[in-house]
């Protein structure tokens, strides 16, 4: 297991050390006790992999079959849709995806963000979203750990264009491209926010009047409900699955969930059932196209 410095819980060297695993990390500003530890840095990269490789490869004949279960085959994803990647496919103009916005093929957009928690059984929330959202022809635009869950769901390839909206379907099938689309890492949302901008330039717009939502169904680093008030303050309702640690002041709560509305044109919605969430991000986008004079 190699790790640099991203959300990495400390206790998996422990975890590791149950198995045969050996746990590695590669940051300076993020060693661990117990691990092993390597420098990497670009010019070294490559001749560190391999030493890493042949690490794990000597580690293999450890393994304990019965105490070892793999339980996933491997799936394909179609990823690296930067706006340079999505902007190329659409022929270098963001025409073709307003065109389909302002015929309803495609209603809106969705970028569902962030972890796994606990709390919440692993991806039930994640793939219960993105699946209730592409069905309404609602396209999802996927960063951070959460593309591991669509993935895992099929939702990361264009055959996943059947799970779709008869609208969104047909964008998809003529594109090429999964429903659910991958953008990155957590840290990679400004790249969503980039797109939205360029919409919103296009259209003459705020990001605020856009049919556009935000969400994280099972956020658990504070870094992730950052990313939320980032999306918030930039005009983008957005939904967490669950509350973030604000409840004992009625005010902030209050400021959360409606206060912001009238300052940035967005709220956070709160709701840990995915497909009332799906509900609550419908109605914004519906809102919103209405008020864009968009027919439904
Ligand atoms: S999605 Fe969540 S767990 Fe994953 S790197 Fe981002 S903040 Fe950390």
Known sequence: MVVDYQCIMPSLVQISGCYHTRFITTAGKAKFTGATHFDIHPENAMQKALEIVAMAVDAYAERDPARVEIPVEPVEIMTGFSNEAVLEALGGTLTPLLDAVKSGAIRGFVGIVGCNNPK???DSA????AKELIKRDIMV???GCVTTAAGKAGLLVPEAASMAGDGL???CEALGVPPVLHLGSCVDNSRILHLC????KELGVDISDLPVGASSPE???EKAAAIGLYAVASGIQTHLGLPPN???SETVTDLALNGLQDIVGAAFHVEPDPIKAADLLDARIKDRRTRLGLSE
């Open 126 to 129: 994640n793939v219960g979203l």
């Open 120 to 122: 919440i059984k692993q």
């Open 246 to 248: 604000i409840l004992g």
């Open 169 to 171: 379907k047909g964008v």
């Open 197 to 200: 901008g360029l919409i919103a």
């Open 219 to 221: 956020w658990y680093s």
């Open 141 to 143: 635009l996927a960063t």
